[in-house]
């Protein structure tokens, strides 16, 4: 066993493999307790395993920790690489942010993988159609929108920076394939919508063709997000796996949680490089917490996830077949199962797992049990510092112009006069005005409508040679620009190995 918080973290020393350990809020603590109790039993403490609690939570942002968490758990999970946790409550106003969002970004998390599958006493319009699911989705985790990045640019309109990199598309796409080689998947899926968003969607499915070819033995496609949702609802048993950006997964991997039941039957990972966090997807359930009658599936799906991650196989499966087992025989808490049999609590549900460990499913399959398993946790060693991740070196770049957002009421016809004024005598032209992506000028359409926000795009004249001139006269233009006009946001236009490095306007 480990020393526990007592003697201080950083003296925390673990015999075997520590987990830490945050049971959550509201119904948290009931299923945490179910789900331990129940590792418990099949022996998964006797195997070396040690939970040693951290604080995080509702009483943590209650003493005015806006994160969430003390400086004591955040080392603890540090030492341990592995977090367990129950359902967290987000404080309504203030400044508490979601741990969830929290904790996957401070320990790059880059990987949500979450596995959807048919489960006998499930019942749903699928298993009723007798269509097996068993697939899973692996969600970019730490980019995208979900970056945060958002401005008031104008009285109308507000921005949020949609973020897309190249490292870390190439770590997530690496992570769903590693994990399709290691479960034997014949095919993994890109979901995008690249066909619009060439740019950032069409890097992370570029990066997923590139990493792919490391995978020849996975085969791989790749299928546009709005296809994909409709096929998962008419045909969700043709998919193995799909990898997605982390708005349009996030999303997707709901709609799959519906597929087979609900986030009661979903559990959740969240992989990095050097900590993982396992944690169920449903919320804490204020309705029912205190009650004895949560439903602890999910937690236990999500422990399993993670028993399989430090490689206790063979206590992972005698685990699964007991679930299954249990509920095969119709056993099933308040929130799920037919109508004519009475429910059990929380704590009923999980001795009717105990009693069933050992025993196999008999309607679907069950899962293989190896002889023995040790718990054995990989680690990258300490990062010394904070790293940059790179994809793209020694890449030659060149200043072709600059986009200079303005906030202005202004006609695109008036705007227009004001900056070919303001770009006389320069190395630039005025060469598109564009309102919430069209172009309206030079030409356009009576029929867009225009809001209180324009891009204004200046490239070099003709004759002044790329790479001559560097981005201090692009900042010179917009200064002219700043003396009459507010300018909200500038991005200055470059070409990568000669490739633009920027959109065109739709209707340009
Ligand atoms: P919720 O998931 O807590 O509850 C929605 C409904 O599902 C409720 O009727 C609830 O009783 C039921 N339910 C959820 N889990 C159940 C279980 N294990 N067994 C039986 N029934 C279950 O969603 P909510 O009400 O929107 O959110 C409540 C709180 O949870 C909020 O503070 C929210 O921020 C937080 N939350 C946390 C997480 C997380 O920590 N991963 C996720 C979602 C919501």
């Given amino acids: 066993m480990g020393a526990g918080l007592e003697g201080g973290v950083s003296d925390y020393m673990a015999a075997n493999l520590s987990i830490a350990l945050a049971s959550g809020d509201g119904i948290g603590p009931e299923i945490m307790h179910a789900t331990l109790d129940l590792f418990k039993a099949a022996g998964v403490n006797e195997a070396g395993v040690d939970f040693v609690p951290v604080e995080m939570g509702a009483t943590v942002f209650a003493q005015g920790n806006s994160r969430g968490m003390t400086d004591d758990a955040i080392k603890t999970v540090e030492n341990c690489g592995i977090l367990f946790k129950g359902p967290m409550e987000t404080p309504k106003g203030g400044g508490g942010k979601s741990i969830n969002v929290t904790a996957r970004k401070l320990w790059n998390a880059y990987a949500n993988f979450r596995v959807f599958k048919t489960l006998p006493g499930v019942e749903t319009l699928y298993s009723k159609a007798g269509l097996h699911i068993d697939m899973s989705i692996v969600r970019e985790n730490l980019?995208?929108?979900?970056?945060g990045v958002e401005h008031r640019l104008s009285n109308d309109v507000i921005q949020c920076k949609r973020l897309i990199s190249a490292p870390g598309s190439d770590d997530v796409h690496r992570f769903a394939l590693q994990t399709a080689r290691k479960l034997g998947l014949k095919k993994v899926y890109c979901g995008h919508k690249a066909n619009i968003m060439k740019m950032t969607d069409g890097l992370f499915l570029?990066?997923?063709?590139?990493?792919?070819?490391?995978?020849?033995?996975?085969?791989?496609?790749?299928?546009?997000?709005?296809?994909?949702?409709?096929?998962?609802?008419?045909r969700p048993h043709t998919y193995q796996m799909i990898v997605l950006p982390n708005l349009q997964g996030d999303i997707v991997s709901d709609l799959c949680a519906g597929l087979v039941g609900g986030l009661g039957f979903a559990p959740s990972a969240n992989i990095g490089r050097h900590i993982a966090i396992f944690e169920a997807?449903?919320?804490?359930?204020?309705?029912?917490?205190?009650k004895g009658v949560a439903n602890p599936t999910s937690l236990i799906l999500s422990?399993?996830?993670?028993?399989?991650?430090?490689?206790?196989f063979r206590h992972a499966a005698l685990i699964e077949n007991a679930l299954l087992a249990t509920l095969e025989?119709?056993?099933?808490?308040?929130?799920?199962?037919?109508?004519?049999k009475p429910p059990v609590g929380?704590?009923?549900?999980?001795?009717?797992?105990?009693?069933?460990?050992g025993q196999k499913p008999t309607t679907v399959a069950a899962v293989p049990v190896p002889d023995a398993s040790t718990p054995l946790l990989e680690r990258a060693p300490r990062p010394q510092g904070q790293q940059t991740i790179r994809t793209f070196k020694n890449v030659v770049t060149q200043v072709v112009g600059c986009d200079v957002y303005l906030d202005t009421p202004l006609s695109p016809a008036a705007v227009a006069e004001e900056m070919q004024r303001v770009a006389q005598d320069t190395p630039f032209r005025l060469t598109l005005i564009s309102n919430r992506g069209t172009q309206v000028w030079p030409t356009g359409s009576v029929y867009t409508e225009c809001v209180d926000y324009y891009r204004i795009r200046f490239e070099l004249r003709e004759g002044v040679a790329p790479g001559s001139i560097g981005q201090s006269r692009t900042v010179a233009l917009m200064d002219r620009v700043a003396e009459k006009?507010?300018?909200?946001?500038?991005?200055?236009?470059?070409?990568?190995?000669?490739?633009?490095?920027?959109?065109?306007?739709q209707g340009q």
Avoid at 143 to 147: A, S
Avoid at 329 to 340: Q, V
């Fill in 143 to 147: 980019e995208d929108t979900y970056g």
């Fill in 206 to 234: 570029d990066r997923f063709k590139a990493v792919a070819k490391d995978f020849p033995e996975v085969e791989t496609g790749d299928v546009i997000i709005d296809a994909l949702c409709m096929n998962l609802v008419v």
């Fill in 281 to 290: 997807v449903h919320g804490t359930a204020p309705d029912i917490a205190g």
């Fill in 303 to 312: 422990g399993l996830m993670m028993l399989r991650h430090i490689q206790l």
């Fill in 329 to 340: 025989s119709g056993i099933h808490t308040g929130d799920f199962g037919r109508k004519d």
């Fill in 346 to 357: 929380t704590r009923e549900f999980t001795q009717a797992i105990k009693d069933r460990l």
């Fill in 485 to 505: 006009f507010v300018v909200c946001s500038y991005e200055l236009l470059r070409t990568f190995d000669g490739v633009k490095g920027f959109s065109l306007a």
